[in-house]
Structures are given as C-alpha cells and as structure tokens.
C-alpha cells in the first residue's frame, strides 16, 4: 500500500436507509469523516413530507387512486398498497424511469424509494428480535449455513439501538420473542382485551402482545412522542416513527463529519489488485449524469439487498470476475423474502358500545407458537411464523356498496358498525441457492448499468406454512369469540411483497459459502462491510430491519477498531 | 422551505382556514404541500351540460340529503363527480356514464313531463329505485365487496352511487359535520364510550 495516498473520506457509506443512516452515525460519532451517497432525490426532513396531515379533501380525486398514473408510472410500486398513495407518492421510485428487468425471469415485488432516507421512511416500523433459536435454525435442521454469531453476541447491540430508535412494547419473557429496551407500550382497543382474556383461556398456546414498533410514547431529543395521526408512511416531522431523517441522520449531521450528496447512483466499486482492496467508488450524478469518483480507506454497502448485490456483480473485475468479493459464488443466492397475507378475519359484536380516539398505528402481535420445543407432530413444515393483528370499527368504506337511499342510508353509512379483528401471518422462509438475482445480459437502465432479474420462488415448506398459518387463525378467531370468521385464503404473496428481501451476501464462517464473515466484513476484501439485508444468513419470521440496525452498529464498532489499529 | 413558511403551512392545518384568510400568501414550494392545496371538489371543471349539472345534483341529494347534517349538495358532491367522470373514470366507464345521464335526461321528461330535477323528491326516488332494481343484480352489491378495485362494468346507478358516497365521506363537511375529524388527536384510548347516534370518525385515507 502506498502510504501517501490521500482520501477524499474515512469511509463511504453507500444509502441513506435504515442501515446507511446507522452506518452514518456509528461511524461519524466516532470520528471518522464519512461520504454517504445516495441515489434518490434530496429530502428535508419535516418540509419535504408533502403529504403530511393533509386531510382527504385535498387529495387528488380525494382518495381514489389515479389509475392510468400509476399503471404507466408507478406498476410495481403502487402494488405496495398499504403505504402508497398521492400522500407518499413522492418518497417511491419511478418505475419507468427505473426498472428491473420484470420480463423476465419470475415475477418479483421490488419495492424500493427514491430519496434520501430510502425505506425508513416507509416502512411498517414493525420491530423485534431475532432469538438464539433463530440463529440457531439452520444449524439445526440443516437448511442453510449455520449463523457465524449468537444471539448472545449481538443482544448488547440489540439493546444499543433501541435505545437510540425508541421502542414501545409490552415485555412478555418469551424465549422465542426476546424482550426489547421498552418504551410503555401503547393502549388497547376494549375489544383486544376482551380477545386476550379469552385466548388465555381457550388457546393458552399464544401469546397476544403488542405489536412493537418503531414509535415513541414518551419524547426522546429532538423527538416527540407520537401525536396519532394515523398514516406514518407520509412522514412525520415531530421524528415520532424512527427514520434516517428523524434520528441517525441528524446525530451524524452534528458531528460535522458527515457528507451527504443525493442523486448519487453508485455504478460500481473498484478493486485494486495489489492492495487487494476497494480504492474507489464510481458514481453518476442522477440528475446531469456527470461521472465521478471517490476514495476512501473503507467501504460499507447499504443500498438494500437488492441494490448492494447489483452493485458488487457490476464490479466485477479480473480478480472477481464472478463479482466483487464472490470467490464464494454465493452472491446473489439464497435470497429470501417473507410470505404474508390475512390468514383469517373476525367480525366481533363484542363491546360494541366502546369506542376509541386517536389513530393508533400499530396492530397486536401474536409471536410464533409452533415447533417451538421441537418439531411439532403435527406440523408438515420446519420452523414457523407470527401473525401481526389488526383491529378496526367498520365505517362507511364497508357500507359504500349498500342499497337504498336518502337519510336512512346516510344514517347507517356514518355510524361505527361491527368490529373487526384480523390476523395476518408472517411466515419464515428458507435459504434455498436456486432463489436468487442476477444481473440483465442485454438490459440496461438510463446509467447503463445492468438490470437486475430476480428468480425467485416459494418452495414446499414456505407453502405448508401458509396453510399452517390460515388453519391456526380460523381455530384462534373462534376461541376469540368471533361472531364468525372468513378465512383468509392460501395464496402465496408475490415474492418480495413482504418488502424483507435479504440474504443475497450472506454470513458464515466458512469463505468457501458466505460472501461476509461475523462481522459484516467481506472475506475477500477487507475494507469492504455489507449491512443491509443482504448478510442475513436466515430469515427468522419476524420483521427484520432491527436486526440490520444492531448488525450494522456492531460492523462499525468492529471497523473503526480495526481503523484504528491500522489493519484496515 | 424556510421556518416560517413551514409553520404557516401547519397554521393552515391547524386552524382550517385558508392561507388568505390567514393574511399571507403561499411560496411555490408551501403549494406543494398537499395540505395547503385548494379542496378537491373545487376544481374547475367544465363537463357536463347545465342541465346535466341539475339532474346530478338532484340525484346525489337523493342518495345523501340535507338532513339536520350537510347533503351531498351541501358537500360539493356533483362538482366531485363532474371531475371524476370528466378525469377518473376510462373510457369504457365513461361511456357507461354518459349513457345512464343520457337516459335520465331523455326518457323522464317523456314519462313525467318534466326533467328529473324537477320533479318532486318521492319521484326522483321511485326513478332512482327502478335504476337499483334493474342493477340489483351487479357484483357491485356483493357483501364485503368494497376494499376493491373499482368495478369497470358497474352500471350507472352503481357508479353513480359509488362516486356520491365517496365523495361525501371524503370531503370536508361529510367529514367533520357528518362524521368526526380530528387531524391531531394526541393521544390514543381504546375504550371510549360510544353513545348510541354518535358517528364514526373520519380516518385518514
């Protein structure tokens, strides 16, 4: 290594989402000048959430979707139902300005923002630990390569970030479900007590708890505790959701050494030879296209699963022909998504004379209960999966297609009717090699970089989970006491519509299958760390960015000493 | 977005007033917050014929009338459904609509001797009910058949009855007069009582 090298920064961060954000604060709080590029648009946190409390009169066609928009613009990301809508419109990638290769290979859901922040500005906000029988699964049963790290090494980190993020839940002591740092949990519809006490009773095997989420209910600086508005997707100026903008962003901001540059595609990474290390970053400003680089004396990819991949397979080079750091050959492998979909809906006519005031923006949560001491007998399927709940009144939106007319009509439409209670599995998915992406031969985007292609499919276990998923919610409804229940129906969701894809670059032990060691560092090139979803070695059931969070903590940690030794 | 034009933007939520009421006027960049933006339903729009305009007013406040609450009228319904027809529906649903205005507009004064707006309440309903009669049929009315995609092949009376009870419950007063609004509830209980007239809330779309 030539010792008189200048570098433009310390390290380089490449995405501004839930793990790039981190990276940002973990390493700019410990000194280090950082880069962190980004390809999407530059976003002010407060200002640029123009959707932000605007009531439905003032959206376009008030509410109804703009359908022809978004088929010719938006055809992947407006499939993402629940958070996309003329509130948020302006947070997501632009299909036709960016596409995937979507015809060919298998259909794929690749949900992805565009702009400064990325998904955290998105997301379900959902968070929860991964167990030691988690990191233990494919050690296990055999499926997949063991975890190079224990639950017992990454708890303090676990504990580390939610302290940071800020974590309502409930403590329940469930070893399937470690316990986060809590913030007090937020209140109950009269409904789900009532379906508490008689699970208890009736299906002791579940628990019913919070779901727990990335929302304050007590202020932590510079961030208020949330003011129940309802739709966090559309941003949240009081930072009351955890995002990039509301939390690590900032913390990396004040530091003063941290630089930012939207409209920042990273092309490729280039590998030098003699130094056996990443020496420079390729970039093309999205806006003029201009082409530039930066070096740095590290590295960490964060531009999600998806984007981090696509980056290492477009930097192959004579040394990685295969891709950057792929001696393994498992890059792009062993991806994984969650299923998900309503395994089953209650309709209660309990506490019908009680009502409620504000918008909670969370369901329950009922942790997984199978194969947990075990294989289960009667279970056709390894490992399990955790339904997230949903409660709600019935209001006029059920009602829209009634018959008849006049004040009757207008009467029975704006009162509250039957409560719902609903149960939506999340199921585990396993590493399997032939799930995977890889990159376009003759398809390229605007930049000129290959497109990505997913091939990608649900196998046998995934399914049998489903069905395990819907059975179990019709048997839980009714000892909940629904007036009756509606199955949820078996169909798988499409991959990637669970918006967890992960595993691409996984972790492990042995060089010869993993692409990372325990520390996020590539085995191939050592001033090269990956956080982002694509480490993820399993796939647990339970929503995964905390894990990226507390990983990607640890990473720097791990890094900046290694910095510091001068090994890196 | 300075400070002060991203707390004149909050006034405007907070209080409900326009930014003219409030005494300034808005930056380029505060009109792209979409809370700032002028009511949907006051869009210009220049679709239907005058005596178009009359009938399907008259018809909405058949489906939603004044009652001791705003109607459809009250709640600028028909201009809602005038955009919407104009600029929503495609083609094949356009169609679909103009036809069934057509009919009201052709055939009533033949039977009745007037047009549709002019005729007392209780035969604008009868007419109104035939048309449902006739539809009764349509998938439209399946149970639960609502989180849906909107259905192309819904007759008239359908469309017509899907657009006025939208466009009631998401404008402002369907919203706050009819049912309740509270864009800042701060904090949440989930046991409240419900007296037994009192209405849902609005929840944000």
């Given at each position: 290594m030539i010792e008189s090298t200048h570098y433009d920064f310390d390290a380089i961060v490449v995405g501004s989402g839930i793990s790039g954000g981190w990276a940002a604060k973990e390493l700019t709080e410990k000194g280090l000048k950082v880069l962190v590029l980004e390809r999407g648009k530059p976003l002010a946190a407060g200002s640029g959430y123009l959707g932000e409390h605007a009531p439905n009169w003032k959206f376009p066609y008030q509410g109804k979707k703009p359908r022809e928009l978004y088929e010719e613009y938006y055809p992947v990301q407006s499939k993402v139902t629940h958070s996309f809508n003329e509130g948020t419109r302006h947070f997501w990638n632009n299909d036709k300005a960016n596409p995937y290769a979507m015809d060919e290979g298998k259909p794929f859901l690749w949900a992805r923002a565009d702009v400064v922040g990325g998904r955290s500005l998105i997301w379900g906000r959902q968070t929860y630990r991964f167990s030691e029988m988690d990191f233990k699964a494919n050690a296990t049963d055999g499926y997949g390569i063991p975890w190079p790290v224990g639950y017992e090494d990454i708890a303090p980190w676990y504990s580390y970030v939610e302290k940071f993020v800020g974590i309502n839940g409930k403590a329940e002591g469930l070893p399937q479900l470690p316990d986060s740092e809590f913030q007090k949990p937020m209140p109950w519809f009269a409904l789900e007590d009532t379906i508490h006490a008689r699970l208890k009773k009736k299906a002791p095997d579940v628990t019913l708890t919070n779901g727990r989420v990335a929302i304050l209910t007590e202020d932590l600086p510079g961030r208020s505790a949330c003011h129940y508005c309802g739709p966090c997707a559309r941003g949240c100026s009081t930072g009351s959701y955890f995002s990039s903008q509301s939390s690590t962003l900032p913390a990396a901001q004040a530091t003063g050494n941290l630089t930012l540059r939207a409209n920042s595609v990273v092309e490729r990474l280039e590998y030098d030879a003699e130094t056996k290390k990443i020496s420079r970053v390729h970039v093309i400003d999205a806006q003029t296209k201009e082409r530039m680089t930066f070096n740095a004396r590290m590295f960490f990819l964060c531009a999600s699963t998806v984007g981090s991949t696509q980056i290492l397979m477009n930097s192959?080079?004579?040394?990685?022909?295969?891709?950057?750091?792929?001696s393994s050959g498992v890059l792009g492998h062993y991806m994984m998504d969650h299923t998900l979909g309503v395994s089953g809906i209650g309709l209660f006519l309990d506490n019908m004379d009680s009502y409620y005031h504000g918008n909670r923006p969370t369901g329950l949560y009922i942790p997984r209960f199978r194969n947990l001491n075990g294989q289960d007998e009667d279970a056709d399927f390894v490992r399990g999966y955790g339904y997230q709940t949903a409660t709600l009144r019935v209001d006029w939106q059920t009602g829209l297609n009634s018959k008849g007319f006049g004040a009757a009509l207008k009467d029975s439409l704006r009162k509250p009717g039957p409560w719902i209670f609903a149960l939506a599995g999340f199921t585990e998915c396993l590493p399997r090699e032939s799930n995977r992406m890889y990159l376009s031969k003759d398809k390229v985007d605007r930049y000129g970089i290959p497109q990505v292609v997913f091939d990608f499919e649900w196998s046998e276990n995934e399914v049998n989970l489903r069905k395990d998923a819907t059975k179990q919610a019709d048997r839980l409804l009714k000892a909940a006491g629904a007036a009756f229940a509606i199955a949820g129906d078996d169909k798988m969701s499409m991959p990637g519509e669970g918006i967890h894809e992960m595993g691409t670059a996984r972790m492990g032990a042995d060089p010869g299958e993993s692409v990372l060691n325990a520390h996020n560092q590539s085995h191939d090139v050592p001033n090269l760390f990956i956080t982002d979803?694509?480490?993820?070695?399993s796939a647990s059931c339970v929503n995964p960015s905390l894990t990226y969070m507390a990983f990607t903590a640890r990473a720097c940690d791990y890094a900046v000493k290694k910095f510091a030794e001068g090994v890196i | 977005m300075n400070r002060r034009e991203f707390l004149q933007c909050a006034a405007i939520l907070i209080s409900g007033a326009t930014a003219s009421q409030l005494g300034f006027s808005l930056s380029l960049e505060q009109q792209g917050f979409l809370a700032s933006a002028p009511d949907y339903n006051t869009t210009p729009v220049d679709y239907f014929t005058p005596a178009q305009r009359n009938i399907v007013a008259a018809m909405a406040e058949i489906v939603i009338p004044r009652t001791e609450t705003p109607g459809a009228v009250d709640a600028g319904v028909p201009t809602y459904i005038e955009l919407m027809v104009a600029h929503w529906l495609n083609d094949g649903e356009r169609a679909i609509f103009n036809q069934g205005l057509q009919d009201i507009e052709l055939r009533i004064p033949q039977r009745y001797g007037k047009p549709f707006d002019q005729l007392s309440q209780a035969d604008q309903l009868e007419i109104m009910e035939e048309l449902e009669d006739a539809a009764s049929g349509s998938e439209w009315y399946e149970f639960g058949n609502v989180m849906r995609e909107f259905i192309s092949e819904a007759p008239f009376i359908c469309q017509f009855k899907e657009l006025t009870v939208w466009g009631f419950f998401t404008s402002q007063e369907g919203a706050s007069q009819v049912l309740r609004y509270n864009p800042m509830p701060m904090s949440f209980d989930g046991d409240i009582p419900l007296a037994p007239d009192e209405s849902s809330w609005s929840s944000p779309l």
């Open positions: 192959a080079s004579e040394a990685f022909p295969n891709g950057l750091a792929n979803g694509s480490f993820m070695t | -």
